[in-house]
């Protein structure tokens, strides 16, 4: 989680070279850490890798099934669809992560 945390926070000061060693560290310690796929997801969108992303964003979500920040892979999934001008399904998934991130 350390490592996941660490790649977080080189997301944030954008220095992703760095964010991307952190996650491929975290994912090796522990390959159902779902913030470290979840987080990686963001990192291969910024890198404008929408495929790579959605099955980022994707392996988070089917180790998480009940992780209460899913929405936050639901709408980088919309994002990796956008970047790639798929606008409908973007926008079923904007849709779809609004509603999850009002659940309970």
Request: charged share 20%; glycine share 6%; proline share 3%.
């Amino acid at each position: 989680m350390v490592e996941a945390l660490a790649g977080a926070a080189y997301t944030l000061a954008h220095d992703l070279t760095q964010a991307e060693r952190h996650f491929e560290r975290a994912l090796a310690l522990d390959g159902a850490c779902v913030w470290a796929w979840n987080r990686s997801g963001w990192v291969s969108l910024y890198h404008g890798d929408a495929s790579d992303a959605i099955e980022r964003f994707q392996i988070a979500r089917s180790i998480g099934p009940d992780d209460p920040l899913n929405f936050l892979c639901t709408i980088g999934i919309a994002a990796a669809h956008f970047e790639a001008a798929r606008y409908d399904e973007s926008a079923r998934w904007y849709t779809r992560g609004f509603v999850e991130q009002q659940l309970p």
